[in-house]
Nanobody, 122 residues
Framework: QVQLVESGGGLVQPGGSLRLACAAS????????IGWFRQAPGKGREGVSC????????YYDDSVKGRFTISRDNAKNTVYLQMNSLKYEDTAVYYC???????????????WGQGTQVTVSS
């Protein structure tokens, strides 16, 4: 049984940082493209970042480029999303997901976590 479990969300002030983790069981994350998505209230799910399975190439949405960093720890079967310089508009539920296809479109992702809330507020 495949499970992806996100952790690390919370309440942070603008300009602050959080590190999200996506831990997997029942699947080896290095066999898949791993993406981070977010969904704000009243909005659709959007791709934030993904990391390839072969050479670890990373991709970012323009809205987070230079502020967020995605990384893998294959020994821990975990993918991280380091989020710095957080803004109000980063507030959302953040999901990790696994895909056999390199894309930041949600429809290509076949395994999903339950999400973790990130709230940026003063």
């Amino acid at each position: 049984q495949v499970q992806l479990v996100e952790s690390g969300g919370g309440l942070v002030q603008p300009g602050g940082s959080l590190r999200l983790a996506c831990a997997a069981s029942g699947v080896t994350l290095d066999d898949y493209i791993i993406g981070w998505f977010r969904q704000a209230p009243g909005k659709g799910r959007e791709g934030v970042s993904c990391i390839s399975r072969s050479d670890g190439t990373t991709y970012y949405d323009d809205s987070v480029k230079g502020r967020f960093t995605i990384s893998r720890d294959n020994a821990k079967n975990t993918v991280y999303l380091q989020m710095n310089s957080l803004k109000y508009e980063d507030t959302a539920v953040y999901y990790c997901a696994a895909s056999p296809t390199l894309s930041m479109r949600a429809l290509f992702y076949i395994y999903w976590g339950q999400g973790t809330q990130v709230t940026v507020s003063s």
